[in-house]
């Protein structure tokens, strides 16, 4: 299932992706500690993603094994290629903010190294047709980034609205508590009026009745 996912997915990317600036271009690797003639593909895709991807294209093609970086399919099967399987040896490396991938396909007997070959132009679109894969799978990891941000702006901001909900609700009833003491407080406060009036009143009479010096 999940193979055919990456290959819906690279259909796709090979349908609808916009064009970009590709460079693909020979080279040599030590991988290993044995030097090989291949292909680089330059990305500005970050080296860990890249090298993700990559794995999971070449997984659609055969059986891959990684050992100290280096990604290899014994018996890839790549038609546009070889009608016979090629056996595969990569590496995802990256240098200042640039990340490479290295393949070098051995067809036979011998690795693809030659520009008029028909089987390096095969294996240049193969690494350009991996470049518009990455890009639509980066894309995809970006969308969901930014998705995971929004979502949790969202769900920060859902707490701070509960929390101030919460809060004019204790307000309000603080509020309603002190409308009916204010309420309790008139009745006592007029109550207060008439007995100071009566305690004038008494004031006064007691005064009255003081003998006239």
Same mark, same amino acid.
């Given at each position: 299932?999940?193979?055919?996912?990456?290959? %819906? %997915?690279? &259909?796709?990317?090979?349908?609808?992706? *916009?064009?970009? /600036?590709? +460079?693909?271009?020979?080279?040599?690797?030590?991988?290993?500690?044995?030097?090989?003639?291949?292909?680089?593909?330059?990305?500005?895709?970050?080296?860990?993603? @890249?090298?993700?991807?990559?794995?999971?294209?070449? !997984?659609?093609?055969?059986?891959?094994?990684?050992?100290?970086?280096?990604?290899?399919?014994?018996? /890839?099967?790549? *038609?546009?290629? +070889?009608?016979? *399987?090629?056996?595969? @040896?990569?590496?995802?490396? +990256?240098?200042?903010?640039?990340?490479?991938?290295?393949?070098?396909?051995?067809?036979?007997?011998?690795?693809?190294?030659?520009?008029?070959?028909?089987?390096?132009?095969?294996?240049?679109?193969?690494?350009?047709?991996?470049?518009?894969?990455?890009?639509?799978?980066?894309?995809?990891?970006?969308?969901?980034?930014?998705?995971?941000?929004?979502? !949790?702006?969202?769900?920060?901001?859902?707490?701070?609205?509960?929390?101030?909900?919460?809060?004019?609700?204790? &307000?309000?009833?603080? &509020?309603?508590?002190?409308?009916?003491?204010?309420?309790?407080?008139?009745?006592?406060?007029?109550?207060?009026?008439?007995?100071?009036?009566?305690?004038?009143?008494?004031?006064?009479?007691? !005064? +009255?009745?003081? *003998?006239?010096?």
């Amino acid at each position: 299932m999940k193979k055919t996912i990456y290959l %819906l %997915l690279l &259909l796709s990317s090979l349908l609808t992706s *916009p064009i970009f /600036a590709q +460079s693909v271009f020979p080279g040599k690797e030590s991988l290993n500690g044995k030097d090989y003639f291949g292909l680089n593909l330059n990305s500005n895709i970050p080296e860990r993603f @890249l090298g993700n991807y990559w794995e999971d294209y070449l !997984k659609t093609f055969g059986k891959t094994y990684s050992r100290r970086g280096v990604v290899t399919v014994d018996r /890839a099967n790549v *038609p546009a290629i +070889s009608k016979e *399987p090629v056996e595969m @040896l990569s590496q995802v490396s +990256s240098s200042k903010n640039i990340s490479h991938v290295f393949l070098a396909v051995k067809v036979g007997d011998r690795f693809v190294a030659n520009f008029t070959d028909s089987t390096y132009r095969a294996t240049e679109d193969f690494l350009k047709n991996f470049s518009s894969y990455a890009v639509a799978r980066d894309e995809v990891r970006q969308a969901e980034e930014f998705y995971a941000e929004a979502d !949790k702006n969202h769900k920060t901001l859902t707490r701070d609205n509960e929390r101030i909900v919460k809060e004019i609700e204790r &307000l309000q009833k603080r &509020l309603e508590e002190l409308m009916v003491e204010q309420e309790t407080n008139k009745k006592d406060l007029a109550g207060s009026v008439i007995d100071l009036q009566n305690k004038q009143k008494d004031l006064e009479a007691a !005064k +009255s009745r003081l *003998p006239k010096m």
